[in-house]
């Protein structure tokens, strides 16, 4: 993790009278540096990373998006007459350019490609540049709101050029449309820009037609263009993390990116003025983390906006601490997606379907009732808009401040027969708890193949001193190889686990037969396996039927971001336990993205189980608990077909009991 930061240099060589009279913008200010700045430094967080030089960028790298006339407009904006500056200023929207500002410019853009330099060449795993003035309004020949050069647009050109990049991703996750971005690479296919933004029907700044869903891009690049327009203030974290859930990941994954670029803009934060969003500064650590494992890792945050000082500081460490590796927050008590945020979901599903083909069988807008509801919403929209006006100006949003996130000291560990090796990393359980006279006799009464009645004994009662010190944060995560998962599974569920956390997320790749109830909600059961015949039983037993099997990269990406995540995250576990059984025919590399996807939940708490004769695959698992980025699934380049419309119509039906899962708006009125 790297990271680069520019402070402007208030140089007070006779600028009193100056203060006074260049415009000034009231909240894109200095301060947002150097708030954001200390608070890395008081959570120790700056010490822990890599520090990387800024720089300015040079004149040909700016060109590299803005035209010759433009630059040389803004050069000689230090040098400029009082007079000349404010006109020069008038020309564009919602800009305020001071003698200083061009330096400070080139300074942000650069310092967005040093630290593209140094994750493309692999001096870090990934970085965030605490950077301003913001870049994403910027256009070709045009300043815009608070931005002179497109910073993440230039890095984007420039990782294609200097480092050879074949796919770059933009995730704009500021409030504000980045229509620079857009209208730079709108029809290029090799950049994709996706942005969620405040909009309110055109609305709200910059009040373009072209920010609605249904600008997808132009010729080649239709479809690289992912627009998410906000109707309504006051998203919370449910519907951000649908949007990543049913739009952005999937097709990030099929994207499947060379480098990861992020408008990181934290206006889309509670408390801030600009957005009025209530989602709260810790949902940043898992929007941060959900693209981590994008890219081989490779990503590169660039602040943009963010304009509540406490807010801005918070969600920078929220996203900083995730870029290290620390431990995601839980994210407790997740409201369900509000009906305004599943009409844009539906909106954009409906016209991207036609580019995706993992997005190929989401609902078609067209011949739903969306319209009529479209305008029910609208209706109720504004109302809402206009009642909530004063309200909103007269109380401050309060929130409490993120939790702290304890990294263990010890991340991984593991339970090996004895004559198996331990991989490197890992910590090898040794020693273990008394388990006492109840469990052992409630242990030995499971049959236990394979495996003699001491070894099984012994093999529990380490699951079980692994448990409690995954409870007590002594252990993040946890391999277990045991000679019989589906007994061991039973044993864990049944007699380990809930003594020791409420609520168990049983992640279960390939078949198992199923021998314990799951209808009290202590656990949620989610199976990705190739059988056809399982049946749901209860809310708490969720079988996803993927009929090519866990092989087929397409169906097991949309069972993961269609349904398990989603699920994950309404559940809110306090353990993972991911059991692999054997033969389930899942690859390597998906495994691998599938472990560092789960740990965003019980605060990376995942205990992998495996049987002892499927160890080959040991390697991606540790390398995974770790906190290595997976490898791309390249697979996904040429999509194979896929059995979506099953996996469609299976989510549809839990809708009512699961309502992360919902991605259209409620039918009825
Ligand atoms: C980068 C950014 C906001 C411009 C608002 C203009 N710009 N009203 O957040
Ligand atoms: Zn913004």
Redesign the pocket.
Known sequence: MGWGLTDPPQEEDGLALQEEAVPACKI?VPERLSVSYEALVRTGLSDRCVSVPPREASDAEILLVHSEEYLEGVKKTPHMTLEDLKEFTLQY??VYFHPNIYHCAKLAAGSALQLVDSVMTGKVRNGMALVRP????SMRSAAS???VFNNVAIAARYAKQKHGAERVLIVDW???HGQGVQYCFEDDPSVLYFSWHRYERQKF??NLRESDYDSVGKGSGAGFNVNVPWNEVGMENSDYLSVFCHVLLPVAYEFCPDLVLVCA?F?SAIGDP?GEMCATPDIFAHLTHLLMNLAGGKLCAVL????NLTSLAQSVCQTVQTLLGDPLPQLANLRSPCESALESLQCVRSVQRRYWSILKHAADSATTDVSNKRIKLAKAEEEKAETAEDERSQEEKVWPEPAERLRPPVCSASVLPDDAACPDGLKRLVSSKDLGPLLVSRIRNRSMEDAGDADGVATFSRLYTLIEKMRTNEIGNGVALVPDVAAAVECVVQDLGSDLVSRVLVVCVGKEELNYATADGKMLVVQISGEDKEEQKGKYYIPVCLKKGCGDTVGFIQAVFGLLLPLGYEYDPGLVLLVRMPGSGVGDCMWQQLIGLLKGFAKGHTLVLMQTNDGACMGPTASALLGHPAPPLQELLTPLPDDGGALERMRERLQADWKMLQTTVSSGN
Not at 134 to 137: D, M, S
Request: proline share 9%; with cysteine; net charge negative.
């Open positions: 894109e929207g919602d913001p870049g994403h309004h709101g608070f931005c500021d409030i504000h700044w910059p803009g206006d600009e943009e906006g963010g304009y």
